[in-house]
Nanobody
Framework: QVQVEESGGGLVQPGGSLSLSCAAS????????TGWFRQAPGKGREGVSC????????FYADSVKGRFTISRDNVKNTVYLQMNSLKPEDTAVYFC??????????????????????WGQGTQVTVSS
């Protein structure tokens, strides 16, 4: 059974840091990429970051560039999102996305179909004083 599980969310003050983890399991072959998306209350889903499994190629949304760092541990099948200098506008539910066949797109994964986009359950990040 394929599983994608996020962890590490919580409450942090502005300027603080959090580290999120995304653990993938149950895949019969190496997946292509893993991404982070977020959704704030009343807003649409926003792509935050993505990393290619093979060579570590990364993408960052302009809103988080320079503050967030995505990394991977392929042995553990785990991807991390280190979030520094957090702002109240970073408050959202953060979702991990595992893409078996292609890189992260605006809304999910390239390649395959929507059924091949493997989403985690989400973890809440709240940035507030």
């Amino acid at each position: 059974q394929v599983q994608v599980e996020e962890s590490g969310g919580g409450l942090v003050q502005p300027g603080g840091s959090l580290s999120l983890s995304c653990a993938a399991s149950g895949f019969t072959k190496d997946y292509y990429a893993t991404g982070w998306f977020r959704q704030a209350p009343g807003k649409g889903r926003e792509g935050v970051s993505c990393i290619r499994r093979s060579d570590g190629t990364t993408f960052y949304a302009d809103s988080v560039k320079g503050r967030f760092t995505i990394s991977r541990d392929n042995v553990k099948n785990t991807v991390y999102l280190q979030m520094n200098s957090l702002k109240p506008e970073d408050t959202a539910v953060y979702f991990c996305l595992v893409c078996p066949y292609g890189y992260c797109s605006e809304y999910g994964c390239y390649g395959g179909g929507p059924e091949d986009d493997y989403w985690g359950q989400g973890t809440q990040v709240t940035v507030s004083s």
